[in-house]
């Protein structure tokens, strides 16, 4: 094994905005990263030979040009770099042009809102692998192979990382949902966007539930000592729900841990299908939520069976998707879906979430619109459990000032 340590990963910063560019350099910078910037269309090809970018932070907007000319350049590579999407756009225009990201074969690694918020910068680029080894690339010998994903499974790396819920006009927090991350020596940090996938291809999807779920509900009856009210989610997918073990298996982790049913919640995704087993669902969810355990549909708007969920399925949480969030203070659009998704929630008796509560001005205004609990870079992003184990221990009116210390 060579002992050579690899290169830092390159970033190439393609944005006609002097003031936003200098903002990634000087971040980017500091975290590790080599970065080289561009301006306009035309200088692009000549940075690309030169800097030989991993990842390149894409404006869509550039002056008389756009970012979708960008990227038919970048495909045209025989190694193209990974992709984050810039814009000050709406939350609808950055997710059509992600999907296309994709569509086109390369690698989408999120996105950032403009003007580029510091917090949510860094917290974006924190998910970018700082050696350019560990960025997953096209070549053979650099791919990420389901074996080694496989390996890191079971040998422990996968656990889940916790997402505060919190009161938004107190910043208490009340609540985690948990997701899955995956950090291994051996392929490094790894999106579940792409071992979650490989997972399911497996056939290990109920695995890897049952592993975050047993874990989160171990984590909750440490907190719930602090905080008896405490509650945790853990996502869930169609799948996994009509597995005939499943129902067992969620009683058992509560058990195991003298948990009560009501300090659970079981998220399952509203873009997730489920016509096929619709009944099936119904009826694995309702037996749940008999014994007590919450339910949750999540990323609501971003669906097409909105409202067949919440008449036929037994939810009583209702979780705003982040794209409508964090562009609501600036869209009217996403901003009219909010407000919507609320009176859905109220209509419905369901506990409304907000997702993606990036600024205090979306904050203010989510309170002020009676959304009463969010989640989001304003407040933290996912952390380990004893962060959480921290912010349960200090003092309600240091409360907001701990958790925003994360963000």
């Not at 990263?33 to 940075?47: K, N, Q, R, T």
Request: hydrophobic share 45%.
């Amino acid at each position: 094994m060579s002992l050579i340590e690899p290169p830092a990963t390159k970033i190439l910063v393609v944005d006609d905005d002097q003031l936003q560019r200098m903002i990634i350099l000087r971040i980017a910078t500091t975290m590790g990263f080599v970065v080289e910037e561009v301006a306009h269309l035309d200088e692009i090809p000549a940075a690309l030979e030169a800097s030989q970018p991993d990842l390149v932070l894409l404006d869509l907007s550039l002056g008389a040009n756009d970012g979708i000319e960008v990227l038919h350049i970048l495909t045209a590579l025989p190694e193209p770099p990974a992709i984050m999407v810039m814009s000050g756009q709406d939350g609808r225009v950055r997710d059509v042009v992600r999907r296309y990201v994709r569509a086109l074969g390369l690698r989408d690694m999120g996105e950032l809102t403009k003007p580029i918020n510091i917090a949510s910068l860094k917290q974006q680029l924190a998910f970018v692998p700082k050696r350019a080894s560990r960025i997953a690339k096209r070549r053979p010998d650099l791919e990420l192979k389901m074996s080694d994903v496989l390996s890191a499974f079971r040998a422990g790396a996968i656990k889940p990382a916790y997402q505060p819920k919190v009161k938004m006009d107190t910043g208490i927090v009340t609540g985690v949902e948990a997701l899955a991350r995956c950090s291994s020596p051996l392929i490094g940090t790894v999106s579940p966007g792409v071992f979650c996938p490989m997972l399911d291809e497996a056939g290990l999807s109920f695995e890897l539930t049952e592993s975050v779920l047993r874990a989160t509900c171990f984590d909750a009856a440490i907190w719930r000592r602090t905080s008896p009210d405490f509650t945790v989610s853990v996502n869930v997918s169609p799948v996994v729900i009509v597995d005939p073990r499943f129902h067992d298996m969620v009683l058992s982790a509560l058990a195991e841990n003298d948990l009560m049913p009501g300090a659970l919640t079981l998220e399952l995704l509203e873009t997730a299908s489920i016509s096929g087993n619709h009944m099936q669902i119904a009826c694995a969810l309702t037996r749940l939520r008999i014994k007590g355990v919450g339910m949750a549909v999540d990323d609501f708007g971003t669906g097409y069976s909105s409202l067949a969920s919440l008449h036929t399925l037994p939810f009583g949480e209702l979780k705003i998707d982040a794209s409508f969030v964090s562009a609501c203070d600036r869209d009217r659009y996403a901003w009219n879906i909010v407000k919507a998704s609320l009176a859905m929630a109220r209509e419905f008796d369901m506990s409304p979430v907000a997702e993606g509560v990036e600024t205090e001005a979306i904050r203010r205004r989510l309170v002020e619109a009676g959304c009463a609990v969010g989640q989001g870079f304003l407040f933290s992003p996912a952390v380990d459990a004893p962060n959480i184990a921290n912010m349960l221990l200090a003092a309600p009116t240091t409360a907001a000032a701990g958790i925003r210390a994360f963000g």
